[in-house]
T-cell receptor, first 110, second 115 residues
Framework: GQQLNQSPQSMFIQEGEDVSMNCTSS?????WLWYKQDPGEGPVLLIA?????ELTSNGRLTAQFGITRKDSFLNISASIPSDVGIYFC??????????FGTGTSLTVIP | DADVTQTPRNRITKTGKRIMLECSQT?????MYWYRQDPGLGLRLIYY???????NKGEISDGYSVSRQAQAKFSLSLESAIPNQTALYFC??????????????FGPGTRLLVL
């Protein structure tokens, strides 16, 4: 099955810094979703994107649907300790299954 | 978000035993999914169901079976558990919204250890 390439695999940043991560696919998608997963918990939806070029924000989080429809980006501004966790991307071509990235592990150093 | 519950949250079993993981949702979503998560790998699809009469295999269905008892309930069974089925299992639900926009919501997961 297809897995999405997500990078970086892990990040260690100082509190207050901005964070960027991305997800790429060999296939075109119509939907990109970004999730955050805390240890021992299920992924929680952060942002949903449905249109190429779309830029959507959720508080300090901003995600973009790449214009090629093969990539997506997530940015976190002014990171805080509670941003720690694993961030996953998911892509879908309408009506088909979702495919997931392997995750970016974020550590925020106070 | 969809209210998706999974039971049990943790389970230890022995090789060869049959076990069932259960998932319930209260949002009336038609679509339900079972995934497994292993360290270093993304979520992988085991089975999915688009409605009560529809069951489809995902990419790693071998060794698993499912039952869609009602719109709100989707169970995953391991007929004869083996150690490499040790993983974190997630149920998810979704519904096609306006413009066929689909968003998945996940349950809290079941941590399974097969000895």
């Amino acid at each position: 099955g297809q897995q999405l390439n997500q990078s970086p695999q892990s990040m260690f940043i100082q509190e207050g810094e901005d964070v960027s991560m991305n997800c790429t696919s060999s296939s075109i998608f119509n939907t990109w979703l970004w999730y955050k997963q805390d240890p021992g918990e299920g992924p929680v939806l952060l942002i949903a994107l449905y249109k190429a070029g779309e830029l959507t924000s959720n508080g300090r989080l901003t995600a973009q649907f790449g214009i090629t429809r093969k990539d997506s980006f997530l940015n976190i501004s002014a990171s805080i300790p509670s941003d720690v966790g694993i961030y996953f991307c998911a892509g879908q071509f309408t009506g088909n299954q979702f495919y997931f990235g392997t995750g970016t592990s974020l550590t925020v150093i106070p | 978000d969809a209210d998706v519950t999974q039971t049990p949250r943790n389970r230890i079993t022995k090789t060869g035993k049959r076990i069932m993981l259960e998932c319930s949702q209260t949002k009336g979503h038609d679509r339900m999914y079972w995934y497994r998560q292993d360290p270093g790998l993304g979520l992988r699809l085991i089975y999915y169901s688009f409605d009560v009469k529809d069951i489809n295999k995902g990419e790693i269905s071998d060794g698993y079976s499912v039952s869609r008892q009602a719109q709100a309930k989707f169970s995953l069974s391991l007929e004869s558990a083996i150690p490499n089925q040790t993983a974190l299992y997630f149920c998810a639900t979704s519904d096609l919204g306006t413009g066929r926009r689909e968003t998945q919501y996940f349950g809290p997961g079941t941590r399974l250890l097969v000895l």
